[in-house]
């Protein structure tokens, strides 16, 4: 995985996500795959072998936990409306401070 949207991606697909981090926030979104349960362990970098990597992909496709997890995450996921959500909130936000600013 890339980056927060890639991770996203997958996770909103609700198929298993490996993440290997190389800089920036992809540690943190490494460790929430894995603390959801949604890709097998991460794998640092400086421990990437084909090895590991194959195990890895063996673990995210074959593991009923990580498959199950996965699914239906992305079935939440698909069912938010974030940015209905996100409209709304600001609009509150908005309106609060508009009647506190009114005189």
Do not use: C, H, Y
Request: charged share 25%.
């Amino acid at each position: 995985m890339k980056d927060a949207g890639t991770t996203a991606s997958a996770i909103r697909a609700g198929t298993p996500a490996i993440v290997v981090p190389f800089f920036a926030d992809q540690p943190f979104w490494a460790k929430r795959v894995e603390s959801l349960g949604v890709g097998p362990p991460l794998i640092l970098e400086r421990q990437l072998t084909a090895e590991r990597l194959a195990a890895a992909i063996r673990a995210a496709i074959t593991e009923e936990g990580i498959k199950r997890r996965s699914g239906e995450l992305g079935e939440r996921l698909r069912a938010e409306d974030g940015v209905g959500t996100a409209v709304k909130i600001i609009d509150r936000v908005l309106q609060g401070t508009r009647s506190v600013a009114s005189p």
